[in-house]
């Protein structure tokens, strides 16, 4: 106890002496990253022994702590950085400027690309009281969010679903998965934003919203195939004898046995899958869009708002959080035998 | 057929595996009847085709030549036969109450008379108040009783049980060994019993059937003529001694042959 006392107020010293050191010797401006380097060791060494007499009861608080104080600590850091200018404030803007820029982009409307971020909710009752339903849906379809959500949730739907139940028929069909499982593989690996532009062709509007939403489905179906049948080949033999021997019909069997069966399976293939979708309708926004957090992203880029970028990738990540929280929601739902 | 004829009726069963290098006849030649209410345990050297009889039996597996046949009953919606694996095989995505209810949801029962029945099956055998856990909640004991309830709650005309209490522990072995005798006293159901435990088979068979390894066939029949009801306390009898020690000569050789023929 006294030891690990010591050693922290130790480790507090050496790292106040370290900056405190470089400073009156004028060199802190050129050795400032290894010296933030050295202190973020300091502090895992500090953290440690603090977590060594953590009272069992305050142990979750104390996971927590760390879980969530460090990216905070992060953007302190990066904020600081950008003030003293050992980074370029303009193109690495700190974590105050792209929350401005987030709020920006939040409640302004862009006058020259027709759009907003959110679609301006707030205005819905207005719209409503003027011109009905048709007029919110005219007020929405300018958002940049709902333009990427409905992208995602529409290719994921129309590609998880087929590809869950061709996945069950390769899965129990052994012809089947011989004649498709090759070809299976070679799309696989083929990153689907390399399609994009034959999946154009084959619509009567390449620049609409068919391409983008097909070529989402087309990577998500690939790989909840892929998945399923695995998770179907996996499910122990004993348990389709006892189906069978129970008297279950084929759909009974699907119902009861195979989906619950393969059922960790499909979801560590959502999730992957739901992944892979991000990726995709970025890259796809990236290249031809005129209206989605990718394109927005990119856009501010072109135009050389660095702010407003980042206010774009944070709000990718915030949609990706918030789609695996979604799916693990719904896999608490579906298994509640996994506790 | 006639009341009185065999519930179960094997004539001339043979089962050969194609394999790599070439065929490998699992059972031959395997002939036997079943009486009505009678509970038959086949015991053998591990290998010698008897979980294969036993998934023939129950469907699950063809025949390659022969005839295996079991009588239907008086009510034709009754289920010709439910099998205890040995791997439980309960569903861990069902509740144990859904999981005994399983065969009767299969058949279209309603929602209430087949929890009704479930319950009355989880109440005989002290899972009661288990009835809304999942199996990996309770332990690998319950999980062999949740299975044979499931297995009994069917009421099926034959029970199948393939080696249904290999995997468990010895005490809790000799629990469900009278656990088993109690509830067969009370159905007195047609039981065919497969084990590999001669204890087991002599305790609890009206008969015993030893069979020997590759190819698996009969080599002996032993009426065991023990009184029922038994217990765990008949295994003291002389008679019971005599038994075991009648079929432990046969089946030891067996049990030596089997081995020097494993690669």
């Not at chain 1, 862009?110 to 679609?119: A, C, I």
């Not at chain 1, 189906?243 to 399976?265: D, F, K, S, T, W």
Request: charge should be neutral; proline fraction near 6%; aromatic fraction near 8%.
């Amino acid at each position: 106890m006294t030891q690990d006392r010591r050693a922290i107020l130790g480790f507090l010293l050496a790292g106040v002496a370290l900056h405190v050191g470089l400073a009156l010797t004028g060199l802190w401006y050129a050795w400032a990253w290894p010296a933030i380097g050295a202190s973020f060791v300091l502090l895992i060494l500090i953290c440690e022994r603090i977590g060594r007499h953590v009272p069992v009861r305050a142990r979750k608080t104390y996971e927590r702590t760390l879980a969530l104080g460090f990216p905070v600590l992060l953007l302190a850091v990066w904020e600081l950085a950008g003030a003293l200018e050992l980074i370029s404030p303009i193109w690495f803007p700190p974590p105050s400027a792209i929350g401005r820029a987030l709020w920006d982009v939040s409640v302004n409307y862009d006058r020259f690309s027709e759009t907003s971020l959110l679609g301006r909710p707030w205005l819905i009752p207005q719209e409503y009281a003027q011109g009905g339903l048709a007029a919110v849906g005219t007020l929405l379809s300018e958002s940049h969010l709902l333009a990427t959500l409905g992208r995602v949730f529409a290719g994921f739907l129309l590609g998880a679903i087929p590809g869950i139940l061709l996945g069950v028929v390769m899965g129990l069909n052994q012809t089947v998965r011989l004649m498709l499982d090759t070809t299976l593989a070679a799309i696989y690996v083929l990153p689907k934003i390399a399609i994009f532009p034959v999946v154009m062709l084959m619509f009567a509007d390449p620049f609409g919203e068919g391409p983008k939403i097909v070529v989402v489905a087309l990577s998500v179906f690939i790989l909840m195939t892929i998945n399923t049948m695995t998770g179907v080949r996996n499910i122990d033999p004993v348990y389709l004898m006892a189906g069978r021997n129970y008297g279950a019909g084929p759909l009974q069997m699907l119902r009861h046995v195979i989906l619950p069966g393969a059922m960790p399976v499909i979801f560590a293939g959502l999730r992957i899958a739901l992944g892979t979708a991000m990726i995709v309708i970025i890259s796809v926004e990236f290249l031809r869009a005129k209206q989605g957090v990718g394109y927005m992203t990119f856009y501010h880029w072109e135009v050389l708002v660095p702010e407003k970028m980042y206010a774009g990738l944070v709000v990718v990540m915030i949609l990706g959080v918030t789609l695996t929280g979604l799916l693990h929601w719904l896999q608490k739902r579906l298994m509640p035998w996994k506790r | 057929m006639a009341p009185s004829d065999p519930k179960i009726s094997a004539r001339n069963v043979t089962k050969v595996y194609q394999t790599a290098s070439g065929p490998m006849t699992a059972v031959d030649d395997f002939s036997l009847d079943v009486a009505e209410g009678e509970f038959l345990a086949i015991v053998g050297p591990s290998g010698c085709g008897k979980s294969t009889f036993l998934r023939m039996l129950a469907g699950l597996e063809d025949i390659s030549s022969g005839q295996l046949t079991i009588r239907p009953g008086a009510d034709p919606s009754t289920p010709l036969n439910s099998v205890v694996f040995q791997e439980y095989a309960i569903f861990p995505w069902k509740t144990v109450i859904q999981n005994v209810a399983f065969g009767l949801q299969m058949r279209g029962v309603s929602e209430r008379a087949r929890m009704d029945v479930a319950r009355g099956w989880l109440d005989r055998v002290g899972l009661a108040k288990f009835a809304d856990h999942y199996p990996h909640q309770i332990s690998g004991g319950m999980k062999q009783r949740v299975s044979i309830v499931r297995a009994l709650a069917n009421d099926p005309e034959v029970l199948l049980m393939d080696e249904p209490l290999g995997a468990l522990d010895a005490q809790t072995r000799v629990v469900l060994q009278e656990e088993l005798l109690r509830i067969w006293e009370e159905t007195r159901k047609t039981v065919v019993y497969i084990t590999h435990s001669l204890d087991e088979a002599v305790l609890l068979g009206d008969r015993v059937v030893l069979m020997s390894a590759q190819p698996g066939r009969i080599l002996d029949v032993y009426q065991i003529d023990l009184d029922r009801p038994r217990s765990i306390d008949t295994m003291n009898l002389p008679a019971f001694a005599e038994y075991r020690a009648a079929i432990w000569d046969r089946l030891s050789a067996e049990v030596t042959r089997a081995m020097e023929m494993q690669p």
